[in-house]
Structures are given as C-alpha cells and as structure tokens.
C-alpha cells in the first residue's frame, strides 16, 4: 500500500483493531485493544482466522464485546501454568486414573517443563510449536541408571502418550473459553505399532499349568492363561468377586501402584529438608503405595471360568 493510499484510507483508531494481517503458517491475525491497565497501558489482544474473512468476523464479535463492557481483560494462561491446573484440578475432578494423571505428570515434567514452550501462553501456540516440542522430545534420550547400558532412542509411544496428554488438556482449556481453537489437533504424530500378541503352543500351555500346580499362587497363574488378565486385574481379585455357583468371575478393580511424595518442607536450594532426594525415604511420604481401582471401562464386568474352592494337592 502507498503512502498516498494510507493517507487517503486514514489511520485505524483502537476501537477498531488492526486490519488482519497474513501469517507464516499461512492463518490471519488481528490486534485489538480490550481495554486499559491502572497504569493507563492498552490490553491488547489478538484473534486468528483460517481466512482473512472469518479473522474480521472474529475481530469484529471482539469489539462488540468490549464495546459491551463482556470482554475478557484476563491475560491468557501460560502453557505450563494450564498444565499444572489440568492435572492438579480438572482430572482428578473427572473419569482420569490417578495412574493415568501419574504418567501424564511424568510426561509433562520430563519433555514440557524445563521447554521454552512451557513459558508461551495459550493464544500464543501454533501447530509448529508442538512440532518443535515432539522433535526435541523424539531426539532426546531415555534416562537410564548408573550401571545399566546405554540409552536408547525415544520410544514413539512416548510421544503418543506426550500427544493424548497435550490434546486432552487444551480441549479442555477450549471447551471452557480459555482457548480459541487447539493447535494439538493439526498436529500429525505417528501411529503405534501393531501389536503383535505371543501366542503359546499346546505344550508350553501344559508345561506352564504344570508348574503353577505347584506353586502356592499357582491359581493367579493359571487364572492368565485362561482368561488373559492384565497383571492388575488379577491381582487385585478379591474372593467376593468369585461366584462359584455360577461359574463366573468379576473383574471389577485393578490393583497398582503410585509413587511417594514429599511431605516434608522444600528448602531454598529446592533440596528436601528430610534430606532424601527419594521421596519414599521422606518420614512424612504421602500418597504413594499400593492401591486399587476401578478398570478400564473396556474390559467385561463378569466372564465366565470353571471354579472350585479347592486347589490340587492343596
């Protein structure tokens, strides 16, 4: 646009925002002012649009609601600040395992937190900044103990399960006004591996069953192989969910575990003051052990199995 053209449409006053304006990753965005600090400073603002036109529609509907004394002055949360609350507040209030939420806050400590990223706040993100976030996570190494050998690269469900946890926390963050539109969802990662399941022969089937009617909890064993328990499920079985006149079994609750926190007071160099970097050490550990919990709504209630309260040779 030339100087003389500018002079002749005349400057955009606050009120009316800044006209939209093409970005690099190919979306419009316009700049407006929500309304005034104490200290007499703007709030600006911004929207975004697929097209020039709905980037207008939305600037426009903005000022509406600044003109209307609705508009939201609140500066967007940043990343790791949204995070936090989702884990701390929104899935614990939700259907979200609390070993569910662990590993979630083990993926967000380790590839999230110590990121760059961490610091943008939502309106900010684009899809490249999660492509940048999965690269660098995809590059680095799996943490291994001193002794054991060398790392290995990333495993892609690392940055599957880093994928789900960052979608279903910022549409949450959509669905409740914080966030426009989730830059996750246009975001590609690959798919998992096909699971390719071990199948046993007749004789290994037999030589398994075998040893099991030797060992004291030979039943759990022998409970697997015919039903296909997760290792939870038929740990946490209780008597009361065996129905011996029927013949069937309920699978109603998962037994597992989650680790300990510190109860004790952080000193300033971040260093616990029990002295104990693990936290199951700490004298006033809390909320780790062993627990058990509802399954996975996928699995059957009930299956059927051929019971008997007695266990041979016992």
């Known amino acids: 646009m030339t100087t003389s053209e500018q002079a002749a449409r005349g400057k ?6 800044t006209s939209p304006r093409l970005r690099k990753d190919g979306t419009y965005q316009a700049n407006y002012v929500a309304g005034y600090q104490p200290s007499g400073k703007p709030i600006r603002k911004s929207v975004y649009g697929a097209t020039k036109a709905a980037c207008a529609a939305k600037l426009k509907i903005a000022l509406q609601h600044v003109s209307g004394g609705t508009a939201s002055l609140a500066k967007s949360p940043r990343l790791i600040e949204w995070l936090d609350h989702y884990l701390d507040v929104v899935a614990p209030n939700g259907d979200v395992q609390p070993r569910t939420i662990n590993a979630y806050r083990s993926k967000i400590d380790n590839y999230v937190r110590t990121q760059g990223i961490s610091g943008k706040r939502l309106d900010k993100l684009t899809p490249t900044d999660i492509d940048a976030l999965y690269a660098d996570a995809r590059n680095s190494r799996q943490r291994h103990r001193a002794g054991q050998p060398a790392a290995e690269p990333l495993a892609p469900s690392i940055i599957q399960g880093l994928h789900r946890v960052l979608r279903r926390a910022l549409n949450v ?47 759990r064993w022998v409970l697997n192989l015919m039903l296909g328990l997760r290792q939870g499920e038929a740990l946490g079985l209780a008597w009361s969910d065996i129905d011996f006149e029927t013949s069937r079994i309920k699978i109603s ?22 002295g104990f970097n693990a936290a199951w050490r700490c004298p006033e550990r809390h909320s780790g052990g062993y ?24």
Request: aromatic share 6%; glycine share 10%.
């Open 12 to 17: 955009r006053s606050n009120n009316e925002g």
């Open 173 to 219: 963050a959509v669905n409740r006004g914080v966030l426009a539109r989730n830059p996750v969802l246009r975001v590609e990662v690959s798919a998992k591996t096909v699971f390719e399941p071990q199948v046993y022969t007749t004789e290994e089937i037999r030589t398994m069953l075998a040893v099991a009617l030797d060992m004291d909890d030979g039943a």
């Open 253 to 274: 609750r998962e037994l597992y575990t989650l680790p300990w926190n510190h109860g004790c007071t952080q000193q300033g160099s971040g260093v616990p003051s029990c």
């Open 291 to 314: 627990f058990t919990g509802g399954r996975p709504r996928a699995r059957p209630a009930t299956v059927a199995c051929p019971c008997r309260r007695s266990w041979p040779g016992r």
